[in-house]
């Protein structure tokens, strides 16, 4: 009997711990979520509230100026949201045509021996340190581009596509490929059986059975390309003003400009980096719900 | 259809690589890169060409934005119509891949930095009172002219005079534990900082302090006696000088204007590189 009650309370109290530590370590990931959330937003906001130490600035001035020039005290973002918003539209071009094609291909084109060697390698893109992406596109992307733009140089909103490109790829196609092989064989069989060429089934059956596999990865893509920095601020130029009329013209993103000059700023300016990953984070938030949104629609489907 | 339209977005972003591996001629227009804003070569580099400094001459929209005078410097290696600027001791670094322009004819070297025939220089100052000065800021000022101060201040980039220079040994001061403070440029922070930090490491007992409140403030701070030591990245005036202050210039701050060696410009004047930064001259062909 004495041994049993020890037991219990042994294990009870084993249970207990346990349950604590999981708690805690729950908690750590939502506090630091909370924190980073508060950090932002009170600091962010700051320039645009009345009584602001270093003065305050517009909020609408912020959002839609195309000039960035903290020695005149001028911080507009607006061009680099039109940039940051073209970059990933182009990213989204070209890497989800490609990414839908490799998945096809890897999951129902290829012969196994091949899929076994190409979807790690396609994967492997995904571990590759994203600054490394960059100094590619510095030493080869931009130097490219340089051959055949109108502008002098090729740091460019089309170099920025162009890395972006091959970052967003793996995403894509890990998660397609993965919603491809879940469609239901007898779907596949079934369109087989009633005639359908191979390439037929893939188009008609395949991918409209692996749609919301397929958008969650794009909209995960979206969120990779969205908040890419270290890869794009050595391709994207960076300059301090223009909106982007042409796929040759240099941008400075939302991301880049925060990290260009957090190193250096004070006062006012550092407020404003604040306030833009505000705008930034609002785009990741925008995404996330988005992504929520498509995984419950998969669900009741 | 929908097959076709995935095809030929796909044929579309093909076209576009192989577009990319076409080659062409560009080296006419000129291609702008400067630093980010807060960076130190870039305040030198406005300060002394006069770009940025009021609204009515902002840098030009062209300007491609690179951080890190080595980014800067890889630009204009990979880039035959680039034109950039970068430290000296980048430049010295990698000057083999660029050319360093003449600026109004003199060329950018050491000599020529001290000298104070290139222009584009800014002399690091440091100024004080004779009568508030004690042994801890003596010996402080023999450190800073000794080749392990000199050897510091070349580690951080600044152009120095190492003729003449001796070797500074510790045992021979004995100083008092004492508190002083240094003040004034922004922009000689870090060399007076790094001087400090090691002068402190031979030195435990003495403290020294440095505030970043502006060439000005750092010259009045040490005519009033706030700073022992005033710092300066400029000039000092006539009318500064007037008050008794003695003038230590320790080191110089030196920018070099850099282009593709493809490039045939060797010389530019200060207004012609002005002129680029603006936006009013945009061609190699205006300038050659």
Known sequence: MDVEIKLTKKRAFSEKLFHALFLSAG???????????????????????????????????????????????????????????????????????????????????APSWLAKIMQPTVELLAAIPSVLYGVFGFAVIVPMINNFTPNPTGYSLMAVILVLTIMVLPSIVAISVTSLR???????????????????????????????????????????????????????????????TSIFDPVRLLTTNIVLEQGYATGLQAQMLFATVIVLFTFILAINLTLSKIRKKAVRI | MKRIKLLSLFMLGFAVFLVACDSGDNTGAIAVVSREEGSGARGAFEELVDVNTEEANTMTDAAIIQSGNGVVAGFVADNQAAIGYISFATFIERGDALVGLYVDGVEPTTANMLSGAYTLVRPFNFVYMPENIGIVEEAFIAFAASTDGLAILEGLGAVVDTSGAMAFHSSDWDLPAQTIAFGGSTSTEATATALMEEFTALFPQVEITYNASGSGAGIVGAQEGTYALGFASREIRDTELESGIHVVQYCVDGIVIVVNPANTVTNLTVEQIRAIYLGEVTDWSEVQ
Do not use: D
């Open chain 1, 27 to 109: 908690l750590f990931a939502v506090i630091c979520v909370t924190a980073i959330i508060i950090l932002i937003f009170t600091r962010g906001s700051r320039p645009f509230m009345p009584g602001n130490e270093y003065g305050t600035y517009h909020f609408f001035n912020f959002l839609t100026g195309t000039f960035w020039r903290p020695a005149f005290g001028e911080y507009g973002v607006g061009y680099m949201i039109i940039a940051s918003l073209f970059a990933t539209f182009g990213a989204m071009l070209l890497g989800v045509p490609i990414g839908i094609l490799t998945a096809v291909f890897i999951a129902e084109v």
């Open chain 1, 182 to 244: 879940a469609v239901p064989t007898h779907y596949k069989e079934g369109s087989l059986a009633l005639g359908a060429s191979h390439i037929q089934t893939i188009f008609k059956v395949l991918i409209p059975g692996a749609k919301s596999g397929i958008l969650t990865a794009v909209v995960l893509g979206v969120g990779r390309a969205i908040g890419e920095t270290m890869a794009v601020i050595l391709v994207a130029g960076n300059p301090e003003s223009g909106v982007p």
